[in-house]
């Protein structure tokens, strides 16, 4: 790859050029891009070699002096390379991201200097991004903890009324967990989410969930295969239900797993609910401050 940009950091702003090394090795490019005098002459010492150690030592230069190195792969990824912390060199390319990458491109960053890399799709976290908050790229013990915009029994949903992003509505108090459900089955969009209840549990929704309904009322002869309480399939005693997954982030308060079922399950008929494998799905954390938080109102209005 013999195509790219050079960022400077410290502006945000960006050059493109020919090969990395070679076109920052000519004095008037170094100097355009605002490096001291003393590393201008550093970089220009260096015996350049493809893709040898004279050609790393001049890229090591360069970011230990505030430089970004990007370049694309592919369709979607573009890689950013630097040497300084990440979340500024994250702050730093906003203003080429905006310029350069569209919703479905995927921004890699790699931190040379500590092994560090963290990537993500750019459409679904530029809003966030440009607002200021990158901690949500974060590892989990490296994120502050997020002060929820509303109290328990809430629903969390994703991309209702094909808005993107999500949305919650805090819900009634003194509510039972049955009497919620049917609640919302009256007012509520089939939308994937959570639904919070008042205890600390937290219920997976999604188009294909099962009943939350005691499977007695639906089938008897199918009652004890599943959990009575939130209906999730459960292949016996020793199987998880979602009443289960009480293991909370402590950034987010969400659950960190809950249990899929396998290919047979209740559906929304009630029809079958033999399953043969409980897996786990891995937590992503809700950025809690770009949530749309709506008036129980709302949701009452939108299901008339």
């Known amino acids: 790859m013999r195509e790219g940009y050079w960022v400077v950091a410290a502006t945000g702003a960006y050059h493109l050029v020919d090969d990395h090394a070679m076109w920052i090795q000519r004095p008037e490019n170094a100097r355009a891009l605002g490096l001291p005098e003393e590393v201008v002459e550093a970089i220009q010492a260096v015996r350049w070699d493809f893709n040898g150690p004279g050609r790393r030592q001049i890229l090591t230069l360069a970011m230990d002096n505030g430089l970004i190195r990007s370049r694309g792969h592919g369709p979607a990824e573009v890689t950013f390379e630097f040497r300084m912390d990440t979340e500024a060199a994250i702050r730093a ?22 092994g560090e890399s963290i990537s993500f ?83 997976r ?52 797993f809950w249990p899929i079922p396998g290919r047979d399950y209740t559906n929304l008929q009630g029809a079958s609910c033999y399953v043969t494998v409980l897996a786990s799905a891995g937590h992503r954390c809700v950025h809690w401050p770009s949530v749309r938080v709506l008036p129980f109102d709302d949701l009452i209005r939108r299901g008339r």
Request: overall charge neutral.
């Open 93 to 114: 390319v906003v203003p080429f991201m905006q310029a350069t990458l569209g919703p479905a491109s995927v921004p890699k960053f790699n931190c040379l200097r500590t």
């Open 121 to 203: 799709v750019y459409g679904e976290a530029q809003k966030i991004i440009e607002a200021g908050t990158i901690s949500f790229l974060l590892p989990v013990w490296r994120r502050p903890t997020q002060a929820l915009p509303v109290q328990r029994p809430y629903l969390l949903l994703n991309g209702f009324d094909q808005m993107p992003g999500w949305t919650c509505w805090e819900l009634p108090e003194g509510l039972t967990s049955h009497e919620l459900v049917t609640l919302l089955r009256q007012h509520a969009p089939l939308g994937s989410g959570w639904l919070a209840l008042s205890d600390g549990r937290a219920w």
């Open 205 to 256: 929704l999604a188009p294909s969930t099962p009943p939350l309904t005691p499977l007695l009322d639906i089938n008897p002869e199918l009652a004890d295969r599943a959990c009575p309480d939130c209906g999730w399939p459960s292949g016996g005693k020793g199987a998880s239900c979602q009443c289960r997954n009480l293991t909370v982030c402590r950034v987010c308060s969400l659950p960190f």
